[in-house]
């Protein structure tokens, strides 16, 4: 099967919609949640694990696996879904959000951006052909054109001129693409700028990919600046294309997000609180360490219906967190995806029924109860 | 049911048995291997996995759970079979192993040992019948007496005072027991010399448990010796009693004393190797992070039904193990524990077909060549 997004249905009352997103490896539903496998391993799940949850599409990054275990031995092992054994769709970003946010001494020219490894320190070129070279050699399902992310804050000036490199790049990579059976994304930025966001979808779209992604945003800015980037630029993007929101986030971000027209979603937020022990939950979120859980023997969230809710109590993942134990790591995150997966399918089901907007109501109102 | 052990046969040309433990939580067949679960979780795995692999009994650390969380804590829960979810049978050992290997400022006085904690220095004393006590708590199905594990080297005089404390020890908690369905081992301790091991034997077995363990081993001493202290214990122990080995070993090891009449073996070589990313196969063994591994798509071994082999590369693994990836930990575990549970299914079925002897040879011959 070749590519393909079929926008479902629209939300009266809101921008939210749902689709799918059909690829050569599995058909997605929106709005999706992509848990984060960024060394081509969700980490402390098996990709099994991850499908029983619920998780339909994995994100891995194109930055980490350039650098190790390299693209080349990717391919050579038969393309990255082989190698993680992960049957299902793959997207993989460009590479360019981890060299403006872990590599070591960053030199950005017309052609590319010039890096160290955080890891042994060696030098690189990533440019947008490169970019789309090795995610080629990846395999994924859905390739991310090369951008600059624009810094927060960063003037108009700086926010045009990124932009217009970003659209530059977009057009190299669109150029340099040669695999029909992979698509390919472009990114949108121009900071908080509504005009420059409103030029970027303009010429990014002129060039014309697969879907569109809002980039620039979780860079530090304040939620409110998030969403009011998003809901500015994401109704100007085509209907027929998939839009996706990078790097967010909180279950409430992502409430609001598909509210203003938003399908797909990415974060390390689940997977990463989970190793540091912080549970989502439908009620009060849970810090497990706490000594308030040492003797409490019920679930993480009675109302959840994850292998670590129906198997354990509070006080076994204290036991395991506080002992360092690898198995309290695995249980949290098997938790915090699931809740995330949860999340995800009440959200499709509200729009589906007509009652989005009441939906996010509750939500909200609930949150801003039990916080 | 009760505890029980049903002696089911016996090696014609060697001291290797088979049987079967009874306990109130399921049946365990001899000669029995058992991971070691030291915090209540077989390091990064879960029971249903560990189940899976053909784990039968698990071994938990009476020292370590005391500490933390506490063993009123996990009666109070249910038990350590509720706490860590594991449905089969579970044994404890007595605690004294760790004040030995693992406390600071260890002082022994007839009464027991006073210890300060490895992890907030607070002091404790552990007496027989604490040892039972706690044990007791957790509720596991077979309990370890306490015992001082004489040290190697330890002069005769040494090895005799030791001794003498652990008989002492022994029937102060054969006394202290009081749960029926909760069955108790003694422990055989006598150091080096063959003359106190058979003296332990007579006094410890006088006393009368339910199974008999060989201590004192694998603390050091050459493996030679460690051969030669069981070959001469073993076969003095009651026959209608399970015969326990403790904290041994290496594969060559546990095939050796099975020949000796061995039932049972506990070790962590299996679970830390695997953290070390050290693996076990059929023919080398492999040390995974190893740059000749990069790009080779075989799975560790070839012959080897776990998922680990099933699924994925020794690139891949490699690649996780270089990456600090938890997976690499958890998928290098899987098989580990999966090649001892294979070979400990080739030792019974090599048993009840009457040529244990040759499956030994054969074994050893081919250990030498692959070394």
């Known amino acids: 099967m070749q590519y393909e997004f079929k926008l479902l249905g629209k939300d009266r009352d809101s921008e939210a919609r749902r689709g799918t997103i059909i690829t050569p490896h599995g058909s997605v539903n929106t709005p999706v949640f992509m848990p984060v496998g960024t060394q081509a391993t969700v980490k402390s799940i098996t990709p099994e694990t991850l499908r029983e949850l619920g998780a339909e599409m994995v994100l891995a990054n194109t930055y980490h ?6 693209h080349e031995i990717i391919r050579k092992l038969g393309g990255i879904r082989k190698f993680m054994n992960w049957q299902g769709p793959i997207l993989t970003d460009s590479g360019g959000f981890q060299v403006y946010s872990l590599s070591l001494l960053r030199r950005i020219s017309p052609e590319g951006v010039t890096f160290q490894s955080h890891i042994d320190g060696s030098r690189h070129v990533l440019t947008p052909s ?3 070279g090795i995610q080629e050699a990846l395999g994924s399902d859905i390739m991310m054109a090369l951008d600059e992310c624009t810094p927060y804050p960063a003037t108009f000036a700086e926010a045009e001129k990124s932009l217009s490199l970003t659209v530059q790049w977009a057009k190299w990579c669109r150029t340099a693409k040669t695999q029909s059976h992979q698509a390919l994304f472009g990114i949108i930025q121009g900071g908080i700028y509504p005009e420059l966001r409103k030029r970027a979808v303009e010429e990014i779209c002129g060039i014309g990919f697969d879907g569109y ?3 620039g945003v979780s860079v530090g800015e304040p939620r409110n600046l998030m969403l009011d980037i998003t ?6 993007l085509p209907q027929e294309r998939p839009r996706y929101l990078m790097g967010v986030g909180m279950p409430s971000d992502i409430i609001d997000c598909v509210y203003h027209g938003i399908d797909m979603f990415d974060c390390v937020i689940p997977t990463r609180s989970a190793r540091h022990g912080l549970l989502f ?4 979120k849970i810090v497990i360490k706490h000594a308030r859980y040492r003797e409490d023997e019920l679930p993480l969230d009675s109302t959840c219906d994850c292998y670590t809710c129906r198997n354990y109590s509070r006080a076994y993942l204290r036991h395991l967190h ?4 690898i198995l309290g790591i695995m249980l949290c995150t098997i938790h915090n995806i699931r809740h995330y997966m949860r999340l995800l399918e009440q959200i499709r089901t509200a729009i589906d029924e007509g009652r989005y907007a009441e939906f996010r109501s509750e939500f909200l109102k609930r949150a801003a109860e039990s916080s």
Chains 1, 2 share one sequence.
């Open 281 to 284: 939950t439908n009620q009060e």
């Open 65 to 70: 696996l350039y650098l190790r275990p390299g």
């Open 213 to 215: 992604a809002i980039g």
């Open 322 to 325: 506080v002992a360092g134990e």
């Open 130 to 132: 490169l970019a789309i």
């Open 231 to 236: 809901a500015a630029t994401a109704p100007l």
